[in-house]
């Protein structure tokens, strides 16, 4: 025994609880803007307003000119999601990956693009490591653009891209490995005891 005295505090009862929600949600309504700045918000392909609340948007980059779909409305141009490195944010998209540099975040940099269609390229970076995702029926093996007619055919890429982002300008592809229907996203786990391994669970 160390000395220190321990005291048992009984469980907050229902009617506690209920109390601290009504006062959290009373002051919620209290400081939410009104009228709501959402109501009749300007629609627009660049052009859209914004609104919001307890956040500042702090600056908005156009994507690299190959990720720009003639026509909006084209999923074939859909970002999928985002990793972090340092100073830099690593972009998924459907048309393939970019890398930018947001030391200033009211000023970002564009470091890389790199054109690799598939869906849905989701991100994870490990160290110098990037895991891209890929299910789609055009993914080709080299990153190709003009998708793949065959039924069967071995240049179809479905499952997760292995790069080294050592250099951010000139990332390099380590692997492709190829997993039974692909992969829609993955989860990226690391072990404890062991940090140079990484595990990759994959849904496809």
Not at 22 to 28: C, D, E, T
């Amino acid at each position: 025994m160390t000395g220190e005295s321990i005291v048992h505090k009984p469980p907050l009862g229902p009617s506690v609880i209920t109390s601290l929600l009504l006062v959290v949600s009373q002051l919620n309504a209290q400081n939410a803007p009104s009228p709501d700045p959402r109501v009749g918000l300007r629609a627009g392909w660049w052009e859209a307003a914004q609104a919001a609340w307890n956040m500042r948007l702090v600056s908005t980059s156009r994507p690299p000119a190959d990720f720009i779909p003639a026509e909006p409305g084209n999923f074939d141009y859909m970002n999928s999601d985002l990793a972090f490195t340092g100073h830099f944010v690593i972009q998924g998209n459907f048309q393939g990956f970019s890398v930018w540099d947001i030391a200033d975040p009211a000023r970002p940099q564009l470091v890389h693009a790199e054109r690799c269609p598939e869906q849905q390229n989701d991100v994870s970076v490990y160290k110098n490591l990037l895991f891209l995702s890929g299910e789609s029926q055009n993914g080709r093996v080299d990153c190709g653009a003009q998708g793949i007619q065959e039924q069967v055919s071995p240049q179809r890429f479905r499952g997760v891209r292995v790069l080294d982002i050592s250099d951010l300008n000139h990332p390099r592809v380590l692997a492709n490995v190829q997993t039974c229907r692909g992969s829609h996203t993955h989860t990226l786990v690391t072990d404890p005891k062991d940090t140079s391994a990484v595990y990759i669970y994959v849904s496809g």
